[in-house]
């Protein structure tokens, strides 16, 4: 009777388990098939004929290269190095210097960032970049991803830093550096993991975005990836399935390769913090 | 508290803050005044309104509220109620339930059944959002996708997801899409709790529903708050509907930052858009508060 209960139980767990995960698998099947078929529509099938050939119809897609090769690369790499840097300085010194209200500041900085989120200060931000003459430039977007995921990077970065012991920075001031060199070679090398990750994660958060660089640019030319893939599959037709599909796919092995390395190197701890 | 040593000169400090500074103070404070000063004047992207925007008051506002309007389809009433939907049925209960029976399945259970699954939750969670959109969007096709394919071979009728059900469909989208993170925040909360509670609950014979009700839930209440607020704050803002239905069909799934959208970006209306910009900003800002004022009070009680 109780191997009975233990089988039927276990019987469940599995069921279960089977269950949920072709729920969430299921969506995606087709976009891991429909690359690599020749004539590829919108139904699920193995790849017939199969074929590599929708990716050499990306590489051969000027609009597509552009895209994804250099335009999306600037967008997400600029705002990964300003944000990575910024966050940086800024975690520090919120840790280190005796800067007065620096926890009501902290306070404020994330209760503002939920506030004031992309949607409901599209309006506003477009006229700042508007106004700054920086309208259909990759900088504007890089400036708009930056000052919105600032306030969530130097939250990560201050967590970083606040537990690291003071006691090598405290010895090397006693050894007389100055302070810029003690940041430089006693603090950033030790606070290098959390750089890091808050590189990573900016860069996936920017090489996603959507909404921000659909409303600040307006020539083809300055379109990331992400705006690529949206007029694509919203003027649909079965040739450009095939083409969109292998550049989904091409555009999508940046982020997972990152989650991997960030899981792999830092493990399950930061998982919360790559995306927002 | 003994004194430290200051290790950063003040100074310094606000030299090294100030680069941030400047970039919090520009996109986040400034658009917070900015949206309400915009939301009082007829300002617009083309025509009169762009070159010399006037004061108009409450007109912007009183027109989102009018009440002759307020619930048809297209307007603001309306587009709350769907907003209010979407987040009751696909976070609050989509994501957050599935989120917790995934981790209560997996709870105290290590193994590649464990890594498949949540893998997968996770996978669907960190794909960009035009890709997931373009899959669902094939997914839930009339005539080819995936999901009607199933149904007919389960000898179902064919459902029209996309114009005939599109609440449903994008409900059940951003559920599949965002249970990864409270499915991980409730795994890290149950691995939280000291294995002796449970011990105590298996000699008594208590069933896993009598475990999951009477001692698991209480002990992770704080996790479940924090988690409801999150979801609902990212939900509420999202703007991934649009790349599946685009709002329609008539406005059916016209959430309010599609909404804003619509007005702000399609019509230039730019004093609208503000208006309601203003209105979700303020809703923000109820939740994050209560968030806050919970997060005080567990630091208090540590």
Known sequence: MRLLRLVLTRATFYAAAAIFAALFAIPLVWLLFAPFDARANLAVRLPHPFTLANFGKVFANAFAVRALFQNSIIQAGGAMLLVTLLATLAAYALSRSPIRGKDLLSYGLVLFSSIVTGTAAMVPLFLLIYSLGLIDTQLGVILVFTGGLLPAAIFIMRDFVDSIPRSYEESALVAGASAWGMFKDIALPIVRPGMMVVAVWTFVNVWGGFFVPFILLRSPSNMPASVAIYSFYTEGGTPIITLTTAYSLLYTLPVLALYLFVNWRYGFRFFGGIKS | ?302
């Open chain 2, 1 to 302: 508290m003994p004194e430290r040593r200051t290790i950063l000169p003040l100074r310094t400090g606000l030299l090294f803050l100030a680069p941030a500074a400047i970039f919090v103070v520009a996109f986040i404070v400034l658009p917070f005044f900015w949206v309400a000063v915009v939301s009082f004047t007829n300002r617009s992207l083309t025509g009169p309104g762009a070159l010399h925007p006037h004061f108009v008051g409450l007109t912007n506002y009183l027109q989102l509220f009018a009440p002759r309007t307020f619930l048809q389809p297209g307007q603001f009433g309306s587009s709350l109620l769907i907003t209010g939907q979407f987040v009751l049925f696909s976070a609050l209960i989509g994501q957050a339930v599935l989120g917790l029976v995934l981790a209560w399945l997996f709870y105290r259970r290590e193994s590649w059944v464990k890594q498949t699954v949540q893998t997968l939750a996770i996978v669907a969670w960190i794909i960009p959002d035009v890709v997931v959109a373009f899959a669902w969007s094939a997914f839930l096709d009339y005539g080819q996708g995936t999901l009607n394919h199933i149904l007919t071979g389960l000898g179902l009728p064919r459902v029209d997801w996309l114009l005939g059900v599109p609440m449903l469909s994008i409900i059940l989208f951003n559920t599949w899409r965002g249970t990864a993170f409270s499915m991980l925040l409730f795994s890290s909360a149950l691995g939280s709790i000291p294995p002796s509670h449970l011990e105590t609950a298996d000699v008594t014979g208590a069933n896993a529903w009598q475990k999951l009700r009477d001692i698991i839930l209480p002990l992770i209440r704080t996790h479940i708050v924090t988690d409801l607020i999150l979801i609902t704050l990212w939900t509420f803002n999202t703007f991934t509907p649009f790349l599946i239905t685009g709002g329609g069909p008539a406005f059916r799934t016209e959430v309010v930052s599609i909404l804003t959208y619509r007005i702000a970006f399609k019509y230039f209306n730019f004093g609208s858009g503000s208006a309601i910009g203003m209105i979700m900003m303020l809703i923000n800002l109820a939740f994050a508060l209560v968030y806050l004022s919970l997060l005080r009070r567990r630091e208090a009680t540590r």
